[in-house]
């Protein structure tokens, strides 16, 4: 069974640049989830999908960080303008829409560095 | 609040030690919880999940156990190996309607030869 995929593996970017980040998740799946995780903690979920509808934003900065899933399957986070502090890794995850959440599986994330 | 609590921070062992981690949880209603290995520059991986009526699982070296009663789990690793050095996340899920996932900031492991 493929997994959750997600390109690039790395991107270093200036800071006020933009970047996107693209994630296809493993078929079947649903629910999509964007987190951002910063070096020596926890994922944090930005957004999650949930086929082609946002089911929670609220922690997204909604001023820079926008998501999309237009056709209920891959989907892209991008990044406009980038600050020093967005530099983490960026990991997207899928599952069924099951109460129990199996099925969960990650991708191998995007490394963002902003200089 | 839903709140997921890791120690250590971090730990060293020795290849060939047993080690074990610990998590506590505030997360209610319960639903499950699992842990995960995540390598560096990598995504997590599950190792195990465990519903309210387990109390442990195990996954090959990997043992986990719930107490659901103290809200508390551990991992324990039997006979390290260089290859366990990782981040271990204990994340617990909920059993409302946003099926979040709870996460703990980890427990940093390097386990040395």
């Known amino acids: 069974e493929a997994g959750v995929a997600q390109s690039p593996r790395y991107k270093i970017i200036e800071k006020r640049q933009s970047v996107a980040f693209w994630c296809n998740p493993i078929?079947?799946?649903?629910?999509l989830y964007w987190y951002q995780q910063i070096l020596g903690q926890g994922p944090k979920l930005l957004i999650q999908?949930?086929?082609?509808?946002?089911?929670?934003d609220s922690q997204l900065p909604k001023d820079r960080f926008s998501a999309e899933r237009l056709k209920g399957v891959d989907s892209t986070l991008k990044i406009q303008p980038a600050k020093l502090e967005d530099s983490a890794v960026y990991l997207c995850?899928?599952?069924?829409?099951?109460?129990?959440?199996?099925?969960?599986?990650f991708g191998s994330g995007t490394r963002l560095t902003v200089v | 609040k839903n709140q997921v609590e890791q120690s250590p921070q971090s730990l060293i062992i020795l290849e060939g030690k047993n080690c074990t981690l610990q998590?506590?949880?505030?997360?209610?209603?319960?639903?499950?919880l699992r842990w995960y290995k995540q390598d560096t520059g990598r995504g997590p991986v599950s190792l195990t999940i465990?519903?309210?009526?387990?109390n442990t699982k195990s996954n090959g070296r990997y043992t986990a156990t719930l107490d659901a009663d103290t809200k508390q789990s551990s991992l324990h690793i039997t006979a390290s190996q260089l290859s366990d050095s990782a981040s271990y996340i204990c994340?617990?899920?909920?059993?409302?309607?946003?099926?979040?996932?709870?996460f703990g900031s980890g427990t940093r492991l390097l386990v040395r030869p």
């Open positions: 998590c506590n949880y505030t997360v209610s209603p319960f639903s499950n």
């Open positions: 078929s079947g799946h649903a629910t």
């Open positions: 999908f949930q086929n082609n509808g946002v089911v929670d």
């Open positions: 465990m519903t309210f009526s387990e």
């Open positions: 995850a899928s599952s069924f829409v099951d109460r129990n959440n199996y099925g969960y599986t």
């Open positions: 994340v617990v899920s909920a059993r409302d309607s946003s099926y979040k996932l709870i």
